[in-house]
């Protein structure tokens, strides 16, 4: 199987798990911002996945494509390493044009997993997991997403984490995107500058959509419609 | 034209098992227009007048074409030359008085040491010897504009062509990824009508050449590009993966 045998065909496998994950971000981040808007819009969302069979069969994709991902990672790692050979070079200069981020994607993905770790003891376990166990103290909570956002970023440290985690995701993604592309062939004197382009401004616009969310929260804000003490903290009027 | 001094940190490894280490050596009043390989012959009279064993290290033409030279001068594979040069078109004028010059081989698994700073690159070869050229019988010579070629394919076969096989983007890639190289071999023969008919078989052989023989997964780190003597950019890599997804989808 040419997918696991040959080096680029393991670079396939990891773009296209890539990008299968950069377009379930690019879902993830258009329903956040929906807590924005309406907290029974969000809580709708929230319902209509919650633990029906569609959202249990998608999420088990996932986790397989973060899985493919991750395992791939690491064995391409292991691979290049000794590729590298025992003998490190004593002096290396890196060339202006290599960016950081580049060579350091493990780093950045490992960080990447720990933030999600967090964030699926933070909100899925708490909503879909407690569904799906029928945990008769988390059930009534379970579909209420905007008070599992309000309850996260209330704690300070809870937010500085996901600011942290945000920004390894950007950097992941920043040059993930193009690099994909890069390794499916869609790439060339033109296309490079393209997508190295269309990579850095769809990666901000997400994780600003991510961010936006998590700091509205943190520094108070209450959407309109939600049955909250004080509706003054509300943006839209 | 001024005379630097400075201190020279050379590699010295015998054989590809030995664990090596660098040696050091003072070198005095070296005149700024001597190239980089000069200067190591200077540095080989030296130790050779002092009855010790000289440094070694692989060069041939001195102009830029043959590939031979492999020096990671100062973290930078070739140095810090002018863009698009080799090792032996590095000038002492590139450095400043009282500098520690260290100079380490191409350091890769699939590069194995030879002496000092010498290194086996047959590797390449087995790699072009996979596929790097084209089965068809040339019979009758043709008339010049019997296979018409578009300008711009045929500049870039020839920019493609232009790789040397010095192997600095090995040398320069965290991952020790020969792709740099096998692309622009791909490429210079993919861009042409000739080249097309065995581009799959070529794609498909020189690839499994190539992660047979120890070399690492390409990231896309761009490290390659940004040493390569002759400029040769990933545009090629890009090519060698559509390439590589077709033969094999074609399969």
Redesign the interface.
Known sequence: MWLINSSIGRKVVMSVTGIALVLFLTFHASMNVVALISAEGYNMICEFLGANWYAVVATLGLAALVALHFIFAIWLTLQNRKARGNNRYAVTDKPALVEWSSQNMLVLGIIVILGMGLHLYNFWYNMMYAELVHDPEMIAMATNGVYHIAKTFSCPVYTVIYMVWLAALWFHLNHGIWSSMQTLGWSGHIWFNRWKMIGTIYTTVIILMFAAVALAFAFGYVPCDMQAPACGGCLLG | MANISFTI?YWKQNGPKDK?H?DTHEMKNIPDDTSFLEMLDILNEELISAGKEPFVFDHDCREGICGMCSL?I???PHGKTERGATTCQLYMRKFKNGDTI?V?PW????FPVIKDCMVDRTAFDKIMQAGGYTTVRTGQPQDANAILIPKADADEAMDCASCIGCGACVA?C????AMLFVSSKVSQLALLPQGKVEAARRAKNM??K??EL??????????C???CPKCE???N??????????A?LAD
């Open positions: 940190k090596g660098f990671y100062n973290g930078t260290t380490e350091r890769s698994a699939g320069a965290k991952n020790g990824s690839i499994a190539m992660d120890g070399f690492g997964n390409c990231t896309n780190t761009r490290a590009e940004a040493v950019t990933i545009s890599i890009a090519r060698l993966n559509r390439e590589f997804i077709k094999k």
